[in-house]
Nanobody
């Protein structure tokens, strides 16, 4: 049974930083791609970062480049999302997802497993 458990969310002041974690278990992820998505109230879920588990290749949308960083720790089976210079528009529920192929996708429909999410709220 694959499990993705996010943690690290919370209430943060604008301009601050945060590191989210996604602990993955239940299978080998070496040929998987991992993604971070977010969903704000009334909006669609959107891709914010992805990483290929095997070679560490990363992908970001232009909207977050320079402020978001994704990394994985193979020994801990954990994927991280660092967010710098937080803005009010970063307020959302952040999800971790796994795709059963090494190619990163920006589409929610192409991910096979999802975590429950961790809430990030940015106060001004």
């Amino acid at each position: 049974q694959v499990q993705l458990v996010e943690s690290g969310g919370g209430l943060v002041q604008s301009g601050g930083s945060l590191r989210l974690s996604c602990a993955a278990s239940g299978r080998t992820f070496s040929n998987c791609a991992m993604g971070w998505f977010r969903q704000a109230p009334g909006k669609e879920r959107e891709f914010v970062a992805g990483i290929s588990w095997n070679d560490g290749a990363t992908k970001y949308p232009d909207s977050v480049k320079g402020r978001f960083g994704i990394a994985r720790d193979k020994a801990k089976n954990t994927v991280y999302l660092e967010i710098y210079n937080l803005k009010s528009e970063d307020t959302a529920l952040y999800y971790c997802a796994a795709r059963l192929t090494s190619r990163i996708s920006t589409l929610t429909s192409e991910y096979n497993y999802w975590g429950q999410g961790t809430q990030v709220t940015v106060s001004s």
